[in-house]
């Protein structure tokens, strides 16, 4: 199991409040984090007694771990992993892992593959799993982008395959949003009076602050990680940001990033940061990366066909969007 820890405040991701309450007493915060999938899981549970609320967040690190082992491609031993070894041979897979393919290949289809899950051949050339990363050569990567294209992904009951052989599954931009929803699910039926999953930049909310008031979630500047961008005040709902300062390396005076455009395995340029407001945070997650990919006008006109609540677009020239617009 995991370390973690309790804490009696909301870590920089969310925006601190003043609840005029002890940590011991209802109405109270109990704060937990945990590292999984490569990212700090945090878990706030107000409404229940710390006992049960420690409880909780034991479950919701262990259904991060199960979501790591299946769709994980640094994984050699997960089922994304089993996929890209044996293509083009079919690969048994979970009803979970099925229905994050099937919205992959959905938000896949619907960006014109802005966002792409079949790009696991490139993304492992970045060498973003690991220190550091590193620019490819040329040669390798122009033999990886011949294996991306999300109809190579097939799927059918129970199995999955991808046609070409040497090309590779990666859900980095899905699987996370899966694993948050889910947790929050589990909170929801254990009946928390209120709760925030974050994994990374991957946010649910349930319910309120103990106060009754609505979440005050804050968006990290992406350019300064020592300030918020704004704040949001939302419940029961899901806020995603993709950004380009989550995991990157500087090379000959270039920064290069791990949001790749499918299309030219490159990082993408147009935007610093895309934060999205929708239901769901695996779909907040995918769409948010096509945005990020796309830029701010395509990427918006993404996320208005796809009835996301709300979105923020920071472009590469610092230029802010958002939808809607401020009054």
Known sequence: MAAFRPLCRLLLAVAAVALGAACHRLPALDHYTSIHMDTVVEVTITGVAERRARGLAQEVFALFDQVEREMSSFRDDSTVSAIGHAAPAWVAISPDLAAVLREALRVAALSGGGFDPTIGAVTRLWGFGEEGGHRPETQALQAALATVGYPHLALEQGRARLVYPKSGLDLGGIAKGYAVDRAAELLARAGV?????????????????????????????????????????????????????????????????????PATG??????????????????????????????????????????AAAAIFVAADGTVVRFPAEP
Request: with cysteine; net charge negative; hydrophobic share 40%.
């Open 266 to 307: 490159e990082p993408a340029r147009a935007c610093q940061s895309v934060t999205v407001v929708t239901k769901s945070a695996m779909t907040g997650d995918a769409l948010a990366t096509a945005a990020f990919v796309l830029g701010p006008e395509r990427g918006l006109a993404l996320l208005q066909q796809a009835g």
């Open 193 to 261: 009076g209120g709760a925030i999953v974050n994994a990374g930049g991957d946010i649910r909310v349930l319910g309120h602050r103990p106060d009754g008031h609505p979440w005050h979630i804050g968006i990290q500047h992406p350019r300064d990680p020592e300030k918020l961008f704004t704040t949001l005040e939302v419940t029961d709902t899901a806020v995603v940001t993709s950004g380009d300062y989550e995991r990157y390396f500087i090379e000959d005076g270039v920064r290069y990033h791990h949001i790749l455009d």
